[in-house]
């Protein structure tokens, strides 16, 4: 992945799922049309960090105090919660999303919706083939 390039995430576990914002929560749709996301620097400076935003870069991904991702506009981005190291995906092929203030914990699909909707949220890697798969993704450049 290129900074300031534009990408769909495909999720490992669900070959038609990518990682969307529907009604402002993040989500792993089938249907969403907003999937396409602009990788910029991270907003806190970590080095080697990434900030998802949309392509016009007027909001981007925050991680609440749940656990949950949901799309803010720039001025709300807080610099601990906005932004993600990416490393090589869990199940040894694709990409992960590491919180910077929460390392040991990985963006992931977790309750599932009707409608083809999964809900994204971070968790606590505990090492389990399932969550493997459910915090991967695939980089699709758009």
Not at 16 to 45: E, P
């Amino acid at each position: 992945m290129k900074i300031n390039g534009c990408y769909k995430f495909r999720s490992y576990y669900s070959s038609r799922g990518y990682l969307s914002n529907v009604g402002t929560y993040a989500y792993n749709s089938r249907s969403s049309r907003l999937n396409v996301w602009k990788v910029v620097k991270g907003v806190d400076g970590t080095r080697n960090s990434i900030t998802f935003k949309n392509r016009s870069n007027r909001y981007g991904l925050k991680v609440l105090r749940n656990g949950l991702a949901r799309f803010y506009w720039n001025a709300y981005l807080t610099k601990n919660k906005s932004a993600f190291y990416v490393t090589k995906g869990l199940v040894g092929r694709g990409v992960s999303f590491m919180p910077t203030g929460h390392k040991g914990y990985f963006l992931r699909n977790k309750y599932a919706r009707r409608g083809g909707k999964t809900l994204l949220k971070v968790e606590k890697y505990n090492g389990k083939s399932s969550f493997k798969r459910h915090a991967t993704f695939y980089a699709i450049k758009s």
